[in-house]
């Protein structure tokens, strides 16, 4: 089988800037992998050109094999990338029920309705909120929609930027508690690019820490687990 996301010797920035410097990057099938890195090292440009919002100056990201480079954002997700920006990307005037139709507006009406039923077994806090307005939902509540909308595809692998910002601590658990139930019960790959060290390591097999655009450390999540492991690398 292979590898889920492959980024490899990615250099990228923006006009002349370089932002990444050859950064190479696996997420296995099925795994968790979580891209830490501080603020501004570079995590959103990466989670940019692999979902094809920046053309890299060099390198190239494949999904499932399939080499992803110059293909428009929309050829991707017929790929099997699924992308959740840091922007939670819901349609505010509608109801949740509708925003998970829109999201399946590709599919025949029963398999849209359908994958809607779905996603709310995979999201339980929101199946109570069908008929509410996504825009008067809570900032973890959209957060858990735009998830949910970005999996209606059935993604190879789902890429999540900072899913944590924003939201409280309980608020990030059951997030990130609900991306580890999503990879159990679907087997989607999912990349997690996170300043929450901590949350992010907690449910991820493998990490990678970026910093000043480079790739400084590749290690098993499960040898990352206190602060200071953390905070020696970023
Ligand atoms: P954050 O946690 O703040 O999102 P990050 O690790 O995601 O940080 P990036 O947003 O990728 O980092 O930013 C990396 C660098 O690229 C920063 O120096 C930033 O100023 C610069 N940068 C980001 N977006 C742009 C842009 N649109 N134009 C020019 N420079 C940018």
């Known amino acids: 089988m292979p590898d889920a996301l492959v980024v490899r010797g990615v250099t990228a920035g923006y006009g002349s800037s370089r932002v990444l410097r050859d950064v190479d990057l696996t997420v296995r099938s099925g795994a968790i992998t979580c891209l830490l890195g501080a603020n501004g090292a570079g995590k959103t440009t990466l989670v940019r050109v692999v979902s094809g919002l920046i053309t890299p100056v060099a390198g190239g990201v494949t999904v499932d094999g399939a080499a992803l480079l110059g293909t428009p954002p929309w050829h991707r997700v017929r790929a099997g990338l699924g992308t959740s920006l840091q922007e939670n990307i819901v349609f505010p005037g509608v109801s949740v029920r509708q925003n998970l139709l829109l999201a399946g507006r590709g599919l025949r009406r029963r398999a849209r309705n359908e994958r809607a039923a779905e996603l709310l077994d995979l999201f339980p806090a929101l199946a109570g909120r069908v008929d509410v307005r996504a825009g008067a939902l809570s ?25 944590s910002i924003g939201l409280s601590p309980v608020m990030v658990e059951t997030i990130f508690d609900r991306l580890r139930h999503v990879r159990d019960a679907t087997g989607t790959s999912i990349l997690l690019a996170e300043q929450n060290a901590m949350a992010a390591l907690a449910i991820s097999e493998e990490a990678y820490v970026l910093r000043s655009g480079s790739v400084v450390a590749h290690r098993p999540a499960a040898e990352l687990r206190t602060s200071e492991q953390v905070m020696a690398l970023l």
């Open 139 to 163: 900032g973890g509540e959209q957060r858990m929609l735009s998830v949910a909308m970005a999996l209606t595809p059935r993604p190879t692998v789902l890429m999540l930027d900072e899913p």
